[in-house]
């Protein structure tokens, strides 16, 4: 017999693209979360919301794979020992995360987006039902955020954005609530009140609903201007453009989806570019492990010579022991010798 179903809350989307404030929100409407959490920093003061150990995983899992955040990753990757593993420790700490929270419950980290195949598996196997809200904001501001605490390239963040989009998108098949991050400056209260509906918080938040908006959502988290960048990357431009159409859960998909695919068919255009990226990635990566044997082959052998000269030095002052005993049992036989005589 299954566990009876449990709805989790799946907050999707790029960095610096309002996630957090998401997460935030849902929190005061209701929604539990992990204890575990990362603890806020100069760059995020009121949180991530992200859990410390998905966390670990997900980036094991990167390295494990030789992915990289700005490229799609390798053909069934969903299939190897690193991805079984990975997803063995999640299902250990969503149902820990489960077996602890009552009710409605809700994760976030930006490379959800990416491993969303693993994660729906994993839903399956608990009897999960996900609602996904994908957080939305304009590419300009995040690449200018993201250069401003991070000091990241700005054609790297573009890419980020854009696969993190497009993975949770198509992953989703569009079947998300879409928050834009400028719509909690213009009218918070209307995306508040559809997110509880979309996420089921409503039938149990009994709160003033102004009240925690005006808790929540502060007048500088909105200062950075898109004028700040002009996005250089086309499809990136695509992309938004269309999502600029969409909000809540009540929105073309097929368009929307039509335009997900026209972008997979443009990175597709590069495909034996980042293919060529990976094998060269790949062959670093045996470079790297090479040397890092020879390396520790070195260690080895130093530790050796160390202990035989070790070694050689209690010989020699053994050696020197024994030499000094023979000494004195000489000394003692000629004692002998000569006591005999007399």
Same mark, same amino acid.
């Given at each position: ?8 809350v799946?907050?999707?989307?790029s960095?610096?693209?309002?996630t957090?404030l998401?997460?935030?929100?849902l929190v005061?409407?209701?929604m539990? =979360?992990?204890?575990?959490?990362v *603890? ?8 991530f919301?992200?859990h410390?150990?998905?966390?670990d995983i ?13 490229l799609?990753? *390798?053909?069934?990757?969903l299939?190897?020992d ?8 999640l299902?250990q ?7 602890e929270?009552?009710?409605?419950v809700?994760i976030?980290?930006?490379r959800?987006?990416?491993?969303? *195949?693993l994660w ?14 994908l ?8 690449v200018?955020s993201? =250069? ?6 700005a ?6 954005w854009?696969?993190r989009?497009l993975?949770a ?12 991050y400028?719509?909690?400056f213009s ?6 009140k ?8 409503n039938k149990n ?9 005006a ?8 200062h =950075?201007? *898109? ?5 250089q ?5 695509k992309l938004?453009s ?5 909000r ?11 335009? =997900?695919k ?5 990175i ?5 570019w980042?293919?060529?990226?990976y094998q ?5 990566q045996?470079?790297e492990?090479?040397?890092t044997?020879v390396?520790?082959?070195k260690?080895?052998l130093?530790?050796?010579?160390a202990?035989l000269?070790?070694e050689?030095r209690?010989?020699?002052?053994e050696?020197?022991?024994?030499q000094g005993?023979?000494?004195e ?7 002998i010798r000569?006591f005999?005589k007399h």
């Amino acid at each position: 017999m299954r566990n009876a179903t449990r709805k989790v809350v799946v907050v999707l989307g790029s960095g610096r693209s309002g996630t957090s404030l998401l997460m935030q929100i849902l929190v005061r409407l209701g929604m539990g =979360v992990s204890s575990d959490l990362v *603890p806020a920093n100069a760059s995020n003061t009121e949180g991530f919301y992200e859990h410390i150990d998905t966390i670990d995983i997900h980036q094991e899992l990167f390295s494990c794979l030789g992915g990289s955040v700005t490229l799609p990753l *390798p053909a069934n990757w969903l299939d190897t020992d690193c991805a079984r593993e990975a997803r063995a420790k999640l299902e250990q700490i969503l149902k820990k995360f489960l077996a602890e929270q009552p009710g409605i419950v809700g994760i976030k980290d930006p490379r959800i987006s990416t491993f969303l *195949p693993l994660w729906l598996r994993l839903f399956n196997s608990l009897n999960v039902v996900p609602k996904f809200i994908l957080a939305v904001r304009e590419p300009a501001c995040v690449v200018s955020s993201f =250069v401003r605490h991070y000091n990241n390239s700005a054609d790297r963040v573009e890419l980020v954005w854009l696969l993190r989009m497009l993975d949770a998108l198509e992953y989703t098949a569009g079947d998300c609530f879409i928050a834009h991050y400028e719509d909690w400056f213009s009218n918070s209260f209307l995306n508040a009140k559809n997110l509880l509906c979309y996420t089921g918080l409503n039938k149990n938040f009994g709160g003033d609903l102004s009240e925690v908006l005006a808790d929540t959502i502060k007048g500088n988290l909105s200062h =950075v201007r *898109p004028d700040e960048y002009a996005i250089q990357n086309p499809i990136v431009a695509k992309l938004y453009s269309a999502l600029q159409k969409c909000r809540g859960d009540d929105f073309d998909r097929e368009e929307v989806m039509f335009v =997900v695919k026209e972008c997979r068919r443009s990175i597709e255009g590069f495909k034996d570019w980042y293919l060529a990226s990976y094998q060269s990635k790949a062959k670093l990566q045996n470079i790297e492990n090479l040397l890092t044997q020879v390396k520790n082959e070195k260690n080895q052998l130093q530790k050796f010579h160390a202990e035989l000269k070790e070694e050689n030095r209690l010989m020699r002052k053994e050696n020197q022991r024994l030499q000094g005993l023979a000494g004195e049992i000489e000394k003692l036989s000629l004692a002998i010798r000569h006591f005999e005589k007399h």
